[in-house]
Structures are given as structure tokens and as C-alpha cells.
């Protein structure tokens, strides 16, 4: 076993094509198949298994030798970052997956200061729901997630960065904002704005079964997975929205919304940053984190208003 067949290997079982593997590792996909080939008769088992004409599936022993070429990968990267670091520089590479609104507004400071001292880390930011920053994190093509507490794995090792909560969006001055405690037969007077009804959002899950409970009807006036869309429709007047707010922060103080607590609906949350049990992080690495979660929060004068949605 030679270290292009590992490097053959993992891509092909990452990106489950030949074609795209043999492009990301720079070779004719003859060459590769002859490395799997090989690997499979030193092995003396079959690693790779094809589903009818495009789609390929790992073995149990290929699910095994991924582990391995993932181990195997993550280290010599190790490697590379120390020898770097005996001569004093920190070069290497971070991946991050979060949701958009919380790579919008919560990351940017941080991220800017972080590369003003490591500028010869390579830093990439992806913009990915929270489902899709789990199943990165667990396959292992991004170091670090952010997601919510509640919607993350117990395998995953997490550390809390912001307490959110859920709140209705509404627009300022409404009259819904001097009702006190809401309850769902008032909200549902008016037109709603909820997550898609695709069996994912744990709002939308509860919200139509309590509504159905109680029957209690209620009008869609959109379904939306992005709290900043959500928010442009609320300020209009059009509708009503649900979101997971972080209410230290400051930024969309001059936006003309009212944050309604859900509290005894939707119980706290805390928005935690993430990364593999197994993942032993580089010095470069756990700084990022630690800047993050040190990060200076806000105190806003009024809390009602200085809140800002955290797009989880």
C-alpha cells in the first residue's frame, strides 16, 4: 500500500465518482482504477462496489480503509503544520461550515483579526445549513461547525458559544408586542412565515402540531430557511416569522422589528462551535476557537431590541 493509492482511494470514496476522483488527484482514471485494483488484491478484498451504471458503494472493508486513509491524511497534514511550526510559522489549513446568517453577522470580526495574524493560513468559510454542517463535520471535510446544541450529535464534541432563543418576528409597533405572554390562537390570527415543511425544522415540526392539536387554522404566507428573507418580509408587514436570536448583540438595532419571546414554547438554546471526537486540532486551529468564544459580546441598552437572528 504506497501513499497515492490512499490518496486515490479516500478521493474516490469521497467524491464516489472515478471521473471527479482521477481529476482531483491528477491522474487518468485507468491509473486509478489499476491503484483500487491493487489496493483490493493487497487487501485481498473488494473495496468498492458498483450501483448500476454511475453510482459507486463502499464495502464494509472500504468503509474501514476510509477511516484509516482519513487518519492517515489528517496526520501528514499535522505533520506539515509542526515542521512549519518549528520554524516559526504557523501555515496550514481551516474549514468552517456554518449557516449564513451566523457566518454574516457573528464571524466576520473574528475572522478578520484572526487573519491579520495568521495570514499564512489558509481559511475557508462555507455557507451550509445546519444538517449539512454536521454531515461535513462527520465525514471529516471541514475542521470546525457551528450549530445549535440541540441539533447536534452526541459524538460530536461541542463548546457553547452564544445562548439563542426563539422569538416571533414581528414588525415594530405591532400590536402583538403589547400583548405580554403569546399564545399560538393570537399569533395565528395573522399570516405566518415558518420553515419549510420538510420534517428538519424542529419549529416548524411543533408549530403544526400544536396547531393541529388545538385546531388552530392558520394562514402560510411563506416558507422561508434563511432568517435574513424571513425578516424583509416581517418588516413589511406581510407576515409573522420565527427565528433563533442571540439577543447580546447590537447589529440590527435601526431594523424595524420587534423580537417577541417564545420562551414558553421553545425552550433556550445555546449555538455551540463544533468538531469531531478524534479531531486533535492544530495550535492555529484551537486559537480560532478560542478567539471566538472569547469574543467580546455586546451589552445592549434594550434588550428587546438590540437582538439579532442567528439563521440556526
Not at 452564544?162 to 405572554?181: C, F, I, M, N, S
Amino acid at each position: 500500500m504506497d501513499w497515492q493509492q490512499i490518496i486515490g482511494f479516500y478521493h474516490l470514496a469521497k467524491l464516489g465518482s472515478f471521473t471527479k476522483a482521477a481529476e482531483a488527484t491528477f491522474r487518468t482514471q485507468s491509473a486509478l482504477s489499476q491503484q483500487i485494483k491493487a489496493l483490493e488484491a493487497e487487501l485481498d478484498c473488494q473495496l468498492v462496489e458498483r450501483i448500476g451504471t454511475r453510482k459507486l458503494r463502499l464495502t464494509p472493508a472500504g468503509e474501514r480503509l476510509l477511516v484509516f486513509a482519513r487518519e492517515v491524511l489528517e496526520k501528514q497534514a499535522r505533520l506539515l503544520e509542526d515542521v512549519q511550526a518549528l520554524k516559526g510559522v504557523a501555515r496550514g489549513r481551516l474549514s468552517l461550515a456554518a449557516p449564513f446568517t451566523t457566518l454574516y453577522h457573528l464571524l466576520p470580526r473574528a475572522v478578520q483579526d484572526y487573519l491579520s495574524d495568521y495570514g499564512q493560513v489558509q481559511l475557508t468559510l462555507l455557507d451550509r445549513t445546519q444538517e449539512r454542517v454536521i454531515a461535513l463535520l462527520k465525514s471529516g471535510d471541514v475542521d470546525l461547525g457551528v450549530a445549535l446544541e440541540s441539533r447536534t450529535p452526541p459524538e460530536v464534541v461541542r463548546r457553547r458559544w452564544h445562548k439563542v432563543e426563539t422569538v416571533l418576528l414581528a414588525p415594530a409597533g405591532h400590536p402583538l408586542a403589547a400583548a405580554g405572554r403569546l399564545t399560538l390562537w393570537e399569533i395565528a390570527r395573522y399570516p405566518l412565515i415558518l420553515p419549510p415543511a420538510d420534517g428538519r425544522s424542529p419549529t416548524r415540526i411543533f408549530l403544526e402540531e400544536r396547531f393541529k392539536k388545538l385546531g388552530i387554522t392558520h394562514r402560510l404566507l411563506l416558507e422561508s430557511t434563511n432568517v435574513e428573507l424571513t425578516s424583509r418580509y416581517v418588516e413589511m408587514g406581510l407576515g409573522l416569522g420565527f427565528a433563533s436570536v442571540v439577543r447580546e448583540l447590537p447589529e440590527l438595532a435601526a431594523r424595524k422589528l420587534e423580537f417577541l419571546p417564545l420562551n414558553h414554547y421553545f425552550p433556550d438554546d445555546y449555538l455551540a462551535v463544533l468538531q469531531r471526537r478524534d479531531k486533535v486540532l492544530s495550535p492555529f486551529q484551537e486559537d480560532f476557537v478560542q478567539r471566538l468564544l472569547g469574543q467580546p459580546e455586546a451589552v445592549a441598552p434594550d434588550p428587546q431590541k438590540e437582538t439579532i437572528p442567528t439563521g440556526a
